[in-house]
C-alpha cells in the first residue's frame, strides 16, 4: 500500500518533509498543487492511503484516486464554510479574506500563513489558482467517500472553530483524534505524532 500526501491552502509539498522522512520506510508520493510554481500531480497505481492537510482532504475527496482505500485528515475537512446547519468559518470572514486578495495576494497568503504557524518565506506565487481555490473553500462541500477517515485535529488550531473541528466528515466512517496542544500545521508541528497515527491507520487497512 502506497501513501499519498496532499497539501492544503497556500502550503506546497514541502510541508510534508518531516512526516515524509519518518515514514521514509512506507512507498509514498507527494502531490503538488503548485501554487508556488509547476504542479506536481501524482497518480497512484494501486490501493493507497491519503494522507492530507486541511483543504487537501477536499482536493482528494474531490478526485479521489481509483485505489483509495482509507484517509488520514489531519487538520482536514469536507467544508470550510459556515452554513445555519452547521459549523465553520463565517462566510463574512471568507469574504474579506477574497476581497482582500484581489488587492494584495502575497499580503493576504503572508497573514494566513503567519495565522497558521509559520514565518517561512515563500517565492512567486500563482494568485489565480490560490484565489480560484480560496473560491472553493468558500463555497464547496465534498462528497464523503465510502473509505474509512481517520480524523486528526489540532486542540488549538487558530484556523478551524472547534465546533467545525468535532462535526467534520459528518455520517463517514470517521475516527477522530485530537492532538491537545497542537495548532493548524501538525504536520510541520508534531510529526512524529501524526507518523504513529498513519501507522496505525496503515495497520488497520492491512
Given at each position: 500500500m502506497k501513501l499519498l500526501f496532499a497539501h492544503g491552502w497556500g502550503f506546497d509539498g514541502s510541508v510534508w518533509t518531516p512526516l515524509s522522512r519518518l515514514l521514509a520506510d512506507l512507498p509514498?508520493?507527494?502531490d503538488?498543487?503548485?501554487y508556488f510554481g509547476s504542479p506536481r500531480i501524482m497518480t497512484v497505481d494501486g490501493p493507497c492511503?491519503?494522507?492530507t492537510h486541511s483543504f487537501g482532504a477536499m482536493r482528494v475527496l474531490a478526485a479521489p484516486p481509483p485505489g483509495l482505500v482509507g484517509i488520514v485528515a489531519i487538520n482536514g475537512f469536507d467544508r470550510f464554510s459556515a452554513r445555519p446547519d452547521r459549523p465553520g468559518v463565517p462566510i463574512r470572514v471568507i469574504d474579506r479574506?477574497?476581497?482582500r486578495f484581489g488587492e494584495n495576494p502575497r499580503a493576504v497568503l503572508g497573514e494566513f500563513r503567519?495565522?497558521?504557524g509559520t514565518e517561512a518565506d515563500f517565492e512567486e506565487i500563482d494568485a489565480t489558482l490560490l484565489h480560484g481555490d480560496l473560491l472553493r473553500l468558500r463555497d464547496e462541500e465534498a462528497a464523503l467517500p465510502t473509505v474509512p477517515i481517520l480524523s486528526l485535529q489540532?486542540?488549538?488550531d487558530p484556523i478551524l472553530p472547534e465546533a467545525m473541528r468535532a462535526q467534520v466528515f459528518p455520517q463517514a466512517a470517521v475516527r477522530r483524534i485530537e492532538c491537545e496542544a497542537g495548532g493548524?500545521?501538525?504536520p510541520l508541528e508534531a510529526p512524529e505524532f501524526c507518523a504513529d497515527i498513519v501507522r496505525e491507520a496503515m495497520g488497520a487497512l492491512a
Open positions: 509514498q508520493a507527494i503538488d498543487r503548485g492511503l491519503a494522507v479574506m477574497v476581497r503567519r495565522q497558521c489540532g486542540g488549538r493548524h500545521l501538525l
